[in-house]
């Protein structure tokens, strides 16, 4: 019998296509506007795995725009009283929700300020929806499982389509029209990952490893196995981690490491080759053999993937991951302990 979450992962190319059907218009028409605005800077306010999403976006409009992005710091906003300046910015909310306080707070001020206000968010009647200048709806359905599945991957998409309209690009858009299908053949066959994941469930840390755009798949990744799993899973660029942390490295310490296609795939392998002499539990989620070859437990993503989509894909062999540890501790997945669907904090 499956899961409600199981149910929902396995939604995801679904989920994605139907925003790929819906909201190409409208995500040309805000592309349009702000084109027009030419905003200098982009800052995003986000919260748990739609801050991971911000991520991506940070790497997405740097690499593709070259626009400084900044991660909004909303205490800010509502404790301190102290906004920053924004104007002549994009500032952009991400919340499935739309409800979050916070999140409403940083939007409120960028429009006094007189910036262009976008949420992304699966509610188009929530309170962030009808604050902001302009929505765009991620179109992911009900998720009623507490863990962000479906609503990360469409976050993903939503900022590559407003990337690739911006750019003016017909060859991304073609590019993201392969997503959906991407992501189905990401799917792992549920026997791989329950025996990975019996091995992960004695384990009470560990740490996942990416790079550029995939620095937001790390996040992602360990939010879920921390808030599905109960382990301290701790996410680390792979050059951040070289300056202290590999320390922790040690025979049968557990490492998940995700290794696209593009700039970032060499530096990674030299690093896990590094590991590999300290004898570690390594999973390694990519699509080069020579990567997967150092891995106790591999996990294979379909290759050609260009390395600003692989984010959208390869989530999901990490969402199963986290699934399968907390079935095989025994927990319920629909339950995390202390988490609400939504979440309001100021």
């Known amino acids: 019998m499956t899961s409600p ?61 070259q626009l400084p992005v900044a991660l909004a710091a909303p205490s800010l906003f509502t404790l301190y009283g102290s906004p920053p300046r924004m104007t002549d ?15 409403l707070a940083v939007v409120e001020e960028g429009k006094k300020q007189n910036a262009f206000t976008l949420a992304f968010t699966n509610d188009v009647t929530s309170p962030l929806a009808d604050l902001a200048d302009h929505v765009i709806d991620l179109c992911a359905g009900p998720e009623k499982s507490l863990g962000a599945t479906k609503t990360y991957t469409t976050s993903l998409l939503a900022l590559a389509m407003l990337s690739a309209y911006l750019s003016a690009d017909r060859a991304q858009r073609i590019l993201l029209d392969d997503v959906p299908a991407l992501v189905s053949r ?34 992602e990744i360990a939010l879920k196995i921390k808030e599905l799993a109960y382990i301290s899973a701790e996410a680390y ?22 290794v696209p296609e593009g700039e970032t795939r060499p530096g990674l392998i030299t690093l896990l080759r590094t590991l590999k002499s300290r004898n570690p ?28 989509i692989s984010p959208i894909v390869a989530i999901v062999p990490g969402q199963q991951l986290a699934l399968g540890i907390a ?20």
């Open 89 to 103: 910015s994009l500032v952009i909310a991400i919340s499935q929700s739309g409800q979050s306080p916070d999140i």
């Open 237 to 258: 660029s792979s050059a951040d981690f070289q300056h202290g942390p590999i320390a922790l490295v040690d025979n049968g310490f557990p490492v998940v490491s995700v």
């Open 327 to 346: 079935l095989a501790k025994g927990f319920n997945p629909e339950q995390p302990r202390g988490l609400n669907k939504v979440t309001r904090t100021r």
């Open 5 to 65: 979450l199981q149910e929902e992962i396995f939604e995801q190319p679904v989920a994605l296509q139907r925003l790929l059907n819906s909201q190409s218009g409208a995500i040309q028409k805000i592309a349009d506007a702000v084109r027009e605005r030419q905003p200098r800077f982009v800052v995003i306010a986000a919260r748990g795995s739609s801050d991971n999403a911000a991520r991506y976006a940070q790497y997405l409009f740097g690499v593709h725009h």
């Open 186 to 219: 990401a799917l792992s066959p549920l026997e791989l990952i329950a025996t990975i994941a019996r091995k992960y469930s004695s384990f009470h840390a560990c740490v996942v490893l990416g790079r550029g755009y995939n620095y937001s798949t790390a996040f």
């Open 281 to 308: 539990e390594l999973v390694v989620i990519s699509s080069s053999d020579e990567a997967l070859a150092l891995a106790t437990s591999p996990i294979t993503i379909p290759a050609n993937i260009p390395e600003w």
